[in-house]
């Protein structure tokens, strides 16, 4: 069984929020050297790999509809990523790496390769997986550790009463739609409500947040910490032994 974050050896956990008030703390550093906006919800505009991805919806729809037909065979978020267990509770939040911080799951690629293919094609792309949630789940209010990235979700399943679905990022309030994609920086706080009746995914992507050169330096030494991190570590180890012990025919 994965052991909760509330299990952890004390050291862990100490080194585990010791980094994270430090990333928050760095956010205003980062935001200096943006060259991007740091608005907490950014304009598809920015990013010209956006019209590419949402054209490849349909093929990445058909993968994703491919791994619901066994859902029990994907793990629940906190079942990989301990640390997330205050806002991951039970199965009603799934997800299916693709990328955990520049690392490669091939296996789970392999599973969908146009999918992948798809996410290949995004330069500076840090973290990728479907975020499945279930109905009438929400996501507590919380923060990403870092602004060194920003966030897509391209909307792959949404239910039919997508006014009921929503996350809010700061003060503004998002929908999604199958097929497009919406930006933002998760360093903001944020929640999530699936109101509805049907499962909301998204492809949830992580990417390099676009700065000077003082900035990108910075944010590379950023990264080099949390890839050594047990925030990045346990939850590719756990990834793993998912895998070995759910086989994919």
């Known amino acids: 069984m994965t052991p909760t974050a509330s299990k952890a050896p004390l050291w862990r956990r100490a080194l585990i929020q010791g980094g994270k008030r430090f990333l928050r703390w760095s956010g205003d550093f980062q935001a200096k050297h943006s060259l991007v906006p740091t608005t907490p919800v950014?304009?598809?505009?920015?990013?010209?790999?956006?019209?590419?991805?949402?054209?490849?919806?349909?093929?990445?729809?058909?993968?994703?509809?491919?791994?619901?037909l066994?859902?029990?065979?994907?793990?629940?978020?906190?079942?990989?990523?301990?640390?997330?267990?205050?806002?991951?509770?039970?199965?009603?939040?799934k997800t299916f790496g693709f990328y955990i911080y520049s690392k490669r799951v091939d296996e789970n690629c392999a599973v969908?390769?146009?999918?992948?293919?798809?996410?290949?094609?995004?330069?500076?792309?840090?973290?990728?997986?479907?975020?499945?949630?279930k109905p009438q789940y929400r996501i507590a209010a919380h923060k990403g550790p870092t602004r060194?990235?920003?966030?897509?979700?391209?909307?792959?399943?949404?239910?039919?009463?997508?006014?009921?679905?929503?996350?809010?990022?700061?003060?503004?309030?998002?929908?999604?739609?199958?097929?497009?994609?919406?930006?933002?920086?998760?360093?903001?706080?944020h929640e999530v409500h699936n109101d509805t009746d049907e499962y909301r995914a998204v492809l949830f992507i992580d990417i390099d947040?676009?700065?000077?050169?003082i900035g990108a330096l910075f944010n590379r030494a950023i990264f080099a910490l949390i890839q050594a991190s047990p925030y990045v570590k346990a939850p590719?180890?756990?990834l793993k032994k998912w895998n070995q012990e759910h086989k994919r025919g």
């Open 42 to 68: 950014i304009g598809n505009e920015v990013f010209d790999w956006v019209p590419k991805l949402e054209a490849a919806w349909p093929e990445i729809r058909k993968e994703l509809d491919h791994l619901l």
């Open 70 to 93: 066994h859902p029990e065979d994907i793990p629940a978020f906190h079942q990989l990523s301990p640390d997330q267990k205050r806002i991951s509770k039970g199965d009603n939040w």
């Open 112 to 133: 969908c390769p146009n999918t992948a293919a798809a996410l290949d094609g995004i330069p500076g792309m840090r973290t990728a997986m479907f975020s499945i949630l």
């Open 148 to 189: 060194a990235v920003i966030r897509a979700h391209l909307g792959v399943k949404v239910p039919k009463d997508w006014e009921n679905v929503w996350i809010r990022v700061d003060d503004q309030i998002l929908h999604w739609h199958e097929g497009k994609v919406v930006l933002f920086d998760d360093s903001y706080e």
């Open 209 to 213: 947040r676009p700065s000077d050169r």
């Open 236 to 238: 590719l180890k756990n």
